[in-house]
């Protein structure tokens, strides 16, 4: 199944930039891994019966080159 073709009632997408100092990407970091683990206790059933598999992506990553003092 390819999301695309799927209508867009099933799918989400967000898109987000920050501006961050590097402190304050070690802490996005860990509550993006904190989010994660959350959804992970809250719906991670070994039950599947009347359950669709969904997946997550978390993509992180810095798209310009840190500033020169």
Same mark, same amino acid.
């Given at each position: %199944?390819?999301? *695309?073709?799927l209508p867009? +009632?099933? !799918? !989400?997408? @967000?898109?987000l930039f920050f501006? %961050?100092?590097p402190e304050e990407v070690q802490d996005f970091v860990? !509550? #993006?891994d904190k989010f994660a683990q959350?959804? #992970?206790?809250?719906?991670?059933f070994d039950e599947?019966?009347? @359950? !669709? #598999?969904?997946?997550?992506h978390f993509n992180f990553f810095? *798209? +310009?080159q840190p500033a020169l003092d």
């Open positions: %199944m390819v999301a *695309i073709h867009s +009632t099933e !799918r !989400r997408f @967000r898109s501006a %961050m100092k860990s !509550r #993006l959350e959804q #992970l206790a809250n719906y991670n599947l019966e009347d @359950r !669709r #598999l969904f997946q997550v810095p *798209i +310009t």
